[in-house]
């Protein structure tokens, strides 16, 4: 994994986002080839966060990374889709409360969501975007509140994950970045794990270690790293591998190809 070992991060994503239908795969750039790679990374990845899951007998997990730029929002979005694709209901969360972008990649509507229920203004029932593909619902932020942290570390949030993971099989939250923000630290005691992306060229060994850092003052679990960004033309012919993650290696990586 060739993550950047000093110098500056670039501080925006830099790259344009596909259609949710093909797993954000842009099929006029990529070819069947190229998304039958996506697709199958998709899963290999999904498998390992499935063993994770079942290891601490829960069903709840949320994606972060350390800073903004870095995929997690698209990976989150795929990762859902790939749930989804197994017949299991799958709720999407967008739990980032400051800069959301959920909504923008599955092209939904936001006027209304996880800030209404938060704030008692309306229902989950009321808000929820259903079947926004077979099995799978999202819940989009809706308004940007002033107090993301608060809300997002309330009993109100808390009491609707608890009902969530009594009426779904999959509770998957896209989080704030770690090194921007602590909100994503705040739902520790409310999933399994985090699965934390990681960005070829714009991740720094640095910020895994500052994020391995703030995962163990906090006591929160990493389930493991998803590498995104990568260069197909590198490692063997593209192929996907399940490997452990350089010195870090009591945490899983999933890694995968993007075809932009």
Same mark, same amino acid.
């Given at each position: ?99 959301? !972008? ?17 704030? !008692? ?140």
């Amino acid at each position: 994994m060739k993550l950047r070992s000093k110098g500056r991060r670039r501080s925006d994503s830099g790259y344009s986002v596909g259609h949710s239908q093909s797993y954000m795969a842009n099929s006029a750039q990529s070819g069947d080839a190229g998304k039958f790679a996506i697709i199958e990374g998709y899963k290999i990845a999904r498998t390992n966060i499935q063993f994770s899951l079942s290891a601490s007998n829960d069903n709840c997990f949320a994606v972060t990374s350390w800073s903004k730029g870095e995929g997690k929002s698209t990976s989150t979005s795929n990762i859902a889709i790939s749930f989804a694709k197994m017949d299991k209901k799958v709720i999407l969360l967008d739990c980032d409360l400051r800069r959301p !972008n959920i909504h923008n990649l599955l092209k939904l509507e936001n006027t209304a969501g996880m800030t209404s229920v938060l704030c !008692n203004d309306k229902t989950f029932d009321q808000v929820v975007q259903r079947e926004v593909l077979p099995n799978l619902d999202v819940l989009t932020v809706g308004t940007i509140p002033p107090n993301p942290s608060e809300l997002i570390g309330s009993d109100n949030f808390a009491n609707l994950i608890r009902e969530l993971k009594k009426k779904y099989d999959y509770v998957i939250m896209d989080t704030a970045p770690i090194g921007i923000v602590t909100d994503a630290l705040l739902v520790k005691d409310l999933v399994a794990g985090y699965l934390i992306v990681v960005r070829e060229g714009v991740t720094t060994h640095g910020d895994i270690q500052n994020f391995l850092k703030a995962m163990e003052t906090s006591g929160a679990k990493p389930m493991g790293f998803l590498k995104v960004g990568c260069d197909p033309s590198e490692g063997k012919s593209g192929k996907y591998k399940y490997k452990k993650y350089n010195r870090y290696n009591k945490y899983n990586s999933y890694e995968y190809y993007r075809y932009y």
